[in-house]
């Protein structure tokens, strides 16, 4: 039944009726036979809904051409927000952009607010990351409007410090198949509920932030690449230059973190087939860590092997996650890992790892493992040139080196050979001369050490100065024992050394090298040292002093510890002294 009011063909008023509609007949629209106030009244209520409507249409088009002029992201973002309350009605607004890059998850990368004073936000605390009502509408972009957020069944409440909120309306920022995010309205002006109209230029507007969105991602992607590649340039450059190995990879490590904006960056190389040796390390203080890894238990070991760059979301749940860089004290707890292979033409050299604390997790989604891998192909090549171009300068001073050795041994030694020769001569035309013949032969003497001194120079001419050289080790700690001693020790070598004495044990002799001579240096008040090492079926080093001896009850922890050396390759330790009469420590290993 309908409620209606007439006029009859003579022009008078008719009384209220409640008049049913013929069968079959057409119903006649609301506004049939209503009064001259309520036509009016209509007509007004529609045309404040055209004007609203052309408001919302213009505002809705200045607000795509001012997004469009913004290609910063957290510009655009800010930008869509206030245009979607002002669009809606909406108290409050957020957008939230779900992660992209290397997240596998579909968590919020970035939320940005409207409405909230800074004190709210303050007391809210931390920001959603895409759980709950949020995360179902992530799951499910479609549109969604709702009377009270708290009452929906996957709505986990609201923090506490967070202003109340119950109207709720919620649309996906898509281009095509693409889903960016999503745009949140809540607590509609007037305590309404959002409308299908707010509903509908909503949407439109995230149909155009979707745009704008794409756009500011591209061109923030554009920009990255762009500091990758100036970074690549820079590394070429830089490592065509003077750099040392070491100094080169420290300069890979530092560009790559600043670059990713990650916490830490460090540099692994092979050491064998087997082991990893990590090189330098760039975002925590550290000194030189002689740390090595397996390659078959390690994560870079996995890329090495395979030649392939690897992400890691989560560090700590990986299983080839080595414990020696989890467990080390001045790193962070990470959690996302980006490793790329240092690869040349030839190889695989080592790996560059990129890694985020779990705090700064976020900035690992922004970079695309492409560019680092890059990066790092490039780096290794120059640190490839960078070493040929050592070797080759490497190579000059052996030439020269060889040159001076050869003249050494061909002029100088056989000319003090032919002195010696002709003083020999002289001694024994003395006769009975025999303070003379005997300072012959001291001068004799003499020159067989020198030429013994001159022969030793030869050989260390001919050895590298980073190489595992034993004759240059040792000379070094004698040398620089003497600083201590106040006279120099002789020093004095019995077969080929350099190929015996292997660096395992070669790093053993060395420190009993080093504690013989601190302990003569510290009790013996010797005025001579001898140090005689000598090469066989065992390796024998004898330091022997002419010192007041060993006194009784004198502690031992230096001998006791050059004891435990020998002990742990086999070998034995033996010490031979005598009150006032000096003291030889005998260090004996076997060769194999």
């Known amino acids: 039944m309908t409620s209606i009011v007439g006029v009859d063909h003579d022009g008078a008023r008719t009384g209220d009726a409640s008049v049913a509609p013929a069968p079959g007949a057409v119903a006649a629209p609301p506004l049939v036979g209503a009064g001259l106030e309520d036509l009016l009244r209509e007509m007004l209520q529609r045309v404040e809904d055209v004007v609203a409507d052309q408001d919302r249409l213009r505002l809705l088009l200045d607000a795509v051409v001012v997004l469009a002029a913004d290609l910063t992201l957290d510009g655009v973002l800010a930008r869509i927000v206030k245009v979607a309350c002002d669009l809606s009605g909406a108290r409050y607004a957020a957008i939230g952009v779900l992660g992209g890059g290397n997240g596998s998850d579909r968590r919020l990368q970035a939320f940005v607010t409207h409405g909230l004073t800074q004190q709210e936000r303050d007391a809210i605390g931390e920001l959603p990351r895409g759980r709950g009502l949020l995360g179902q509408i992530i799951d499910q972009p479609e549109p969604l409007r709702l009377h009270d957020i708290t009452t929906h069944p996957a709505s986990y409440g609201l923090p506490a410090g967070h202003p109340p909120m119950h109207s709720f309306l919620g649309v996906p920022v898509r281009l095509r198949d693409r889903v960016f995010g999503n745009l949140y309205l809540t607590e509609k002006t007037g305590g309404g509920d959002f409308t299908e109209r707010d509903e509908e230029v909503v949407v439109a507007l995230a149909a155009a932030a979707g745009v704008v ?9 554009g920009a990255r690449r762009e500091r990758w590649l100036a970074a690549t340039a820079d590394i070429t450059r830089l490592l065509s230059g003077s750099y040392e190995p070491r100094t080169a990879l420290q300069v890979v490590a ?9 916490d830490i960056a460090c540099v692994l190389l092979l050491r064998s087939d087997v082991e990893l040796e990590l090189s330098v390390v760039s975002g925590v203080p550290h000194d030189p860590v002689p740390l090595t890894l397996r390659v078959a238990e390690s994560l870079a070991g996995h890329v090495v092997t395979t030649g392939e760059p690897l992400v890691v979301p989560d560090v700590e749940q990986d299983p080839r996650t080595a414990d020696e860089l989890t467990g080390l004290t001045a790193w962070p707890t990470l959690g996302p890992v980006i490793l790329v292979p240092l690869r040349t033409p030839d190889r695989v050299e080592g790996a560059l790892t990129l890694a985020w604390s779990k705090d700064n997790e976020l900035r690992f989604l922004d970079v695309d493992v492409r560019l680092p891998q890059q990066f790092a192909e490039q780096a290794a090549l120059a640190l490839q040139v960078t070493r040929a171009r050592a070797d080759q300068e490497r190579l000059v001073v052996f030439e020269d080196r060889d040159r001076i050795g050869r003249d050494l041994h061909d002029l100088v030694i056989q000319r003090l050979f032919a002195i010696g020769l002709g003083l020999e001569n002289t001694a024994r035309m003395l006769g009975d001369r025999a303070d003379l013949a005997d300072r012959v032969s ?19 001419l001919s050895s590298a100065d980073d190489t595992a050289d034993v004759r240059r080790m040792v000379l070094d700690v004698a040398e620089g024992a003497e600083r201590t001693l106040k006279f120099r020790p002789s020093v004095r070598f019995v077969g080929p050394v350099n190929s015996i004495v292997v660096p395992t044990v070669a790093a053993h002799l060395g420190g009993v090298l080093r504690e013989a001579l601190s302990n003569v240096a510290r009790h013996a008040e010797a005025h001579g040292v001898e140090i005689l090492l000598e090469t066989g079926d065992d390796i024998v080093l004898t330091v022997r002093d002419d010192g007041r001896g060993v006194p009784d009850g004198a502690v031992q922890s230096g001998l006791l510890n050059m004891r435990e050396r020998a002990e742990q390759l086999g070998g034995t330790f033996l010490v031979e002294s005598a009150p006032g009469g000096g003291t030889a420590v005998v260090w004996r290993v076997p060769a194999r």
């Open 442 to 460: 001291g001068a004799v003497d003499d020159l067989d050490d020198t030429i013994k001194d001159i022969r030793r120079s030869i050989f260390a």
């Open 213 to 221: 969105i794409e756009n500011a991602q591209l061109y923030e992607e």
């Open 254 to 262: 530092d560009r790559a973190r600043e670059i990713a904006n990650a």
